[in-house]
């Protein structure tokens, strides 16, 4: 099948995209391949130590996808290598390391989620650490020779920690250079990445050009905001949806964002015809209750279904419009001896409402937590399972649990 004329590529690739680097370039190129017959190859670097994805990561992984549906090679690089140094970007100290074993199986979390958008039997995966465990020490200093400590002094991160006063390790000065030798390693035509990343992509650039390479083209694409409307996605900033969470989270979560960025989710993060996103836009400003569901129905349909987006509508409109309790909240069967007392936090924590005692409490403090209907304001509550139960706890909105007892 003939590749699509260049200006039609053009309109489906640029959607969302915050810098192209040089933009003129991609349109060479893209005109090189379709004149050729010969796909371009499309990159994409993950890094393991982050093994959950959310919405937030998928901008970029929808872009790589919108590149394999126009006939172009997906090249998936899992940094297991370079997930060992640690991405300094956007760090205030030394980031620690981790071993490859762990980047291994991280990565393999990452592949399994990411074939969720992306076409798995076309897309290449490769582990970084195939050919840079093999690279000697001379190796390592001629790539190294290709950048100069002022240069890398320009990076922001590292500027502000140089002016702070604060330690930079000389090993993560190798981190951008190493993944730019992934670039070399598979010749790519384009990498893609978020803004954050911009620097890492433009020295892959200059390694390609200093090896005699047609230098990649750079895409960066914007880090979308969480659901605070206020930091970029994060799940450290409790900020985030899951891609793997259940339906009615992630409804929920949806739901959740300010009015403002519902375009900006629809745009990134959906597969909504282009043509399409004005008409979402208007809609937006004038109903945005409304377009919100659309967009939360739109996003629970691409991981799990028309069916289950349904149903999570209506839970939503049970548990958080309504304030009323789901009739199939899970079922928790306390193990605590006749008349102990068990903390709260850790009932919770047990119960699979939260991931921490940490969170938990932090919970609470946000006046988050009732248990039939009650709210707690005590973190260190401890309650008699065998005497109240059966009894219902809730954490936020859409968090419930029915708490029972067999003694």
């Known amino acids: 099948m003939p590749f699509p004329p260049v200006d039609e590529q053009l309109k489906v690739l640029m959607r969302g995209v915050e810098e192209v680097v040089p933009e003129e370039d991609l349109k060479t190129k893209l005109q090189e391949s379709r004149d050729a017959d010969t796909p371009l190859t499309v990159k994409l670097g993950c890094d393991p130590s982050r093994p959950d994805l959310h919405l937030g990561h998928t901008v970029v992984l929808r872009k790589l996808r919108q590149f394999q549906d126009l006939g172009h090679r997906a090249v998936l690089i899992v940094g297991d290598f370079t997930g060992m140094i640690g991405d300094p970007t956007g760090r205030s100290k030394t980031r620690p390391a981790l071993t ?53 002094l320009e990076r922001e991160d590292f500027k502000t920690r140089y002016q702070a006063g604060q330690p930079i390790s000389i090993h993560e000065f190798l981190y951008p250079l190493a993944q730019a030798q992934d670039s070399k390693h598979i010749e790519s035509d384009v990498e893609l990445g978020g803004t954050d990343q911009r620097f890492n992509l433009l020295v892959g650039r200059h390694v390609q050009q200093v090896a005699g390479q047609d230098p990649q083209v750079c895409m960066m694409l914007p880090l979308l905001v969480g659901t605070d409307g206020h930091e970029k996605m994060s799940k450290s900033l409790d900020n985030a949806i899951g891609i793997n969470e259940t339906p009615e989270e992630m409804y929920g979560k949806t739901m959740s964002i300010p009015d403002e960025q519902i375009f900006r989710y629809t745009e990134l993060i959906t597969d909504i015809p282009t043509d399409a996103l004005q008409n979402v836009k208007a809609f937006a400003e004038e109903n945005p209750r409304d377009a919100k569901h659309q967009l939360a129905a739109r996003i629970v349909t691409m991981y799990h279904g028309e069916e289950a987006a349904e149903a999570a509508r209506e839970h939503f409109e049970r548990t958080v419009v309504h304030g009323g309790v789901p009739d199939d909240i899970d079922e928790y069967v306390s193990d605590a001896g006749d008349g102990e007392e068990v903390g709260l936090l850790n009932l919770m924590r047990n119960a699979g409402l939260t991931e921490s005692n940490s969170e938990g409490r932090r919970m609470i403090k946000q006046g988050a937590v009732s248990i039939d209907g009650e709210t707690v304001t005590d973190t260190g509550l401890y309650v008699d399972v065998s005497d109240r139960a059966p009894f219902t706890v809730q954490v936020g909105k859409r968090r419930f649990a029915r708490v029972c007892w067999e003694g």
Do not use: C, P
């Not at 762990?102 to 393999?108: C, L």
């Not at 992306?118 to 790539?143: A, C, H, P, Q, R």
């Not at 020779?145 to 240069?151: E, R």
């Open 100 to 152: 490859l074993k762990e980047t291994r199986e991280h990565g393999e979390t990452y592949y399994e989620q990411a074939t969720r958008i992306l076409d798995g039997e076309k897309t290449d995966i490769l582990y970084n650490s195939e050919w840079l465990d093999e690279m000697s020490f001379s190796d390592v200093i001629e790539l190294a020779g290709t950048y100069t400590v002022a240069q890398m």
